[in-house]
């Protein structure tokens, strides 16, 4: 059974750039993640999906990013305009309901220019 | 809400010594508890789920102890090797929370020397 896969595993924008990112999430699971993870902060929650409704969309990072979920097995998280300050992995992560762990994907990481 | 303090941020250890490390979180109602180990380059790979009603949890080298008294979580390497040279993050799952979210620890790196 293929985990979760992230495309492309590795982005470099020019500041004010438009980029998306892609996650497919594990074949069967309910629940879709997005999350930043920077050393200063580690991992940050982006935005949360269950069976493809938006649950969580993280306050600080709503302005200029956006998750969205078109189908079950596929989501995007753009980024608009980037700014250097967005240089960092961006991780996908999917589970099955409740009380089940979290499967990672193998994240993109972004450099800004 | 709930917040997790990791610690060390930093460890290194010798081939054959243990390592060990500590999640302190603040929510007495948490639930499930989660380690997972991060290899260079790669993403999350989990390496146990904890419930709250099991203080003791055995995995190949490593054992998880849970105190719920003083709201600990700690990750015991017994024999470290340098295959184990990665990031490890706890995380915590709340009880009656809302969805399936995750409070994760800031993660430590661990480096194993030969």
């Known amino acids: 059974d293929a985990g979760v896969t992230q495309t492309p595993r590795h982005e470099v924008a020019e500041k004010g750039q438009t980029i998306i990112l892609k996650c497919e999430p594990v074949s069967g699971h309910n629940d879709l993640f997005w999350y930043r993870q920077t050393k200063i902060q580690g991992l940050e929650l982006l935005s949360y999906?269950?069976?493809?409704?938006?649950?969580?969309d993280g306050g600080a990072f709503k302005d200029r990013f956006k998750a969205e979920m078109l189908n079950s097995s596929f989501s995007t998280l753009k980024i608009q305009p980037t700014e250097p300050k967005d240089s960092a992995v961006y991780l996908c992560?999917?589970?099955?309901?409740?009380?089940?762990?979290?499967?990672f994907g193998p994240g993109t990481r972004l450099t800004v220019l | 809400g709930e917040q997790v303090e990791q610690r060390p941020p930093h460890l290194s250890v010798r081939e054959g010594d243990s390592a060990v490390i500590i999640c302190t979180y603040t929510?007495?109602?948490?639930?499930?508890f989660f380690w997972y180990k991060q290899e260079p380059g790669a993403g999350l790979q989990l390496l146990m789920k904890v419930f709250s009603s099991t203080e003791i949890n055995e995995g190949q080298g490593f054992t998880v102890l849970l105190n719920k008294k003083d709201k600990q979580l700690s990750l015991n390497l017994t024999a470290a090797h340098p295959g184990d040279s990665a990031v490890y993050f706890c995380a915590v799952r709340n009880y009656g929370s809302s969805g399936n979210k995750l409070i994760f620890g800031i993660g430590t790196l661990l480096s194993v020397k030969p």
């Open positions: 992560a999917s589970s099955f309901w409740d009380y089940a762990e979290q499967f």
């Open positions: 999906f269950r069976s493809k409704s938006l649950m969580e």
């Open positions: 929510d007495p109602n948490s639930y499930y």
